[in-house]
Each structure stands twice: as structure tokens, then as C-alpha cells.
């Protein structure tokens, strides 16, 4: 079953505004949430991470609002401009017994911001 | 290198051909990741290489996938006798070991830009 649930699947956005992207896990074992971001062509690249032991973590325009209880995520990008238009995915993760991150990806917003 | 490297950018082939695909990970990064990404899909995890052992595999579709890895570095997917459904974009990530670096520099994932892998 999927263990991490991405919402919405696409999203325009007019510059200035602020984009929203949500996600929802099921395993309370997750211990750590990161975004990632593709542009066309291109490999993810993290953009921001948090731990569960945080509700919010800002870095510039991009904010991940964390509910522990509601098992819920998402991530915020405050005056969308046309160059964040991209592919957002998030993610969960588990220390895994083999002594790896396994990551469980969304399955991704395409973010459109208009000019 | 100075990121991830992953070869061929784009594959063409016949239903029933093999193909490989190569990552060839940053310099250092002894933890390796397959993934498949499907139109429209989140990225699906494949495999997981720790120096030159696969201790996770659970993520291979078929046993016409398999992948290996060499000398701690370069690691090469291979699919036999493709299919159409294995048409996809396939990643390759890389990054530190738990017993390497912070705690953050171990929970980073670096990907290189991906196979698009098409079967006709």
C-alpha cells in the first residue's frame, strides 16, 4: 500500500501567492520528512527536511508544517515565483534495520506559477 | 565525481531485449539507491547497495531485474527480456553511511538526473 499520500496532484499558482502541498503517512515510526524538487531533466533535490520532534521549519520562502497527531505534512512556498515551478515530492523515512534511510515517496505535485 | 552520473540519459529498445544502466555515484558515497519513477508516479525504491553488497533488494519487480556494483563505486541495473510496463525513468541516488558525516549529511540523498528507459 502506499505509505506516503501527495496532494494535489497539480498546482497554478500566480506569482506572489503562496503554494500549498500536502502529504499524509500512515507508519508513526517515520522519523524524518524531506521535500524534494525536480525540474524537468533533472534528479530530485532535497529542499527542506524536518523531524517529527518539530511542528514547523522555515528556510526562506519554503515552510514545512508538521502534525504529529494527524500523521500530516506539507509543505509551503510563501511568493511562488515562476522559477520554483517544478515537481515536489515528499517523503517519509524509517531507520531501516539495514542501517539505511528507505525513503517512501509522494507521488509528486506539479507546481505551476504563473507569471 | 561531482554528482551522481547515470548512463545512458535516454534508452530506446525492443520488447524482449536486455538492457543496463549505469550510476556512477559521487566519490566517497559508499550507499547507493535505485529508484523507478513511472509517469505520473512517485519514486518507487528498487535496491539499496551498502559498499559492494545489496543487503535490500526487496524492491526489484521481477527476477529480470538485478543490479550490481563493483569496487564501491559504479553500479550497473540490469533488465532482461524487457517489457513495456518497465518503461520508466530510472534514478540513481547516492550518499554518506551512517558511520560517515552528521546525522543530516546521512539522511541526503543525491540523484543524478535518470535513464529514461522506453520499450517499444
Known amino acids: 500500500q502506499q505509505q506516503v499520500k501527495q496532494s494535489p496532484q497539480s498546482l497554478i499558482v500566480q506569482k506572489g501567492g503562496i503554494s500549498i502541498i500536502n502529504c499524509a503517512y500512515e507508519?508513526?515510526?517515520?522519523?524524518?520528512f524531506p521535500w524534494y524538487q525536480q525540474f524537468p531533466g533533472k534528479g530530485p533535490a532535497l529542499l527542506i527536511a524536518?523531524?517529527?520532534?518539530?511542528s514547523e521549519k522555515k528556510e526562506g520562502r519554503f515552510t514545512i508544517s508538521f502534525n504529529k497527531s494527524a500523521k500530516q505534512f506539507s509543505l509551503h512556498i510563501m511568493d511562488s515565483q515562476p522559477g520554483d515551478s517544478a515537481t515536489y515530492f515528499c517523503?517519509?523515512?524509517?531507520?531501516?534495520?539495514?542501517?539505511?534511510?528507505?525513503?517512501?515517496f509522494g507521488s509528486g505535485t506539479k507546481l505551476n506559477v504563473k507569471p | 565525481g561531482a554528482g551522481v552520473s547515470q548512463s545512458p540519459s535516454n534508452k530506446v529498445t525492443e520488447k524482449g531485449k536486455d538492457v543496463e544502466l549505469r550510476c556512477d555515484p559521487i566519490?566517497?558515497?559508499?550507499?547507493l539507491y535505485w529508484y523507478r519513477q513511472s509517469l505520473g508516479q512517485g519514486l518507487e525504491f528498487l535496491i539499496y547497495?551498502?559498499?559492494?553488497?545489496?543487503?535490500?533488494k526487496s524492491g526489484l519487480p521481477s527476477d529480470r531485474f538485478s543490479a550490481e556494483r563493483t569496487g564501491g563505486s559504479v553500479s550497473t541495473l540490469t533488465i532482461q527480456r524487457t517489457q513495456q510496463e518497465d518503461s520508466a525513468v530510472y534514478l540513481c541516488?547516492?550518499?554518506?553511511?551512517?558511520?560517515?558525516?552528521?546525522?543530516?549529511?546521512?539522511?541526503?540523498?543525491?540523484f543524478g538526473a535518470g535513464t529514461r528507459l522506453s520499450v517499444l
Open positions: 541516488a547516492s550518499s554518506l553511511a551512517f558511520e560517515q558525516g552528521n546525522t543530516l549529511a546521512k539522511n541526503i540523498q543525491y
Open positions: 524536518i523531524r517529527p520532534d518539530v
Open positions: 566519490s566517497g558515497h559508499t550507499a
Open positions: 517523503a517519509a523515512s524509517l531507520f531501516h534495520i539495514y542501517n539505511f534511510n528507505k525513503f517512501y
Open positions: 507508519n508513526t515510526a517515520f522519523d524524518y
Open positions: 547497495f551498502q559498499g559492494n553488497s545489496a543487503p535490500d
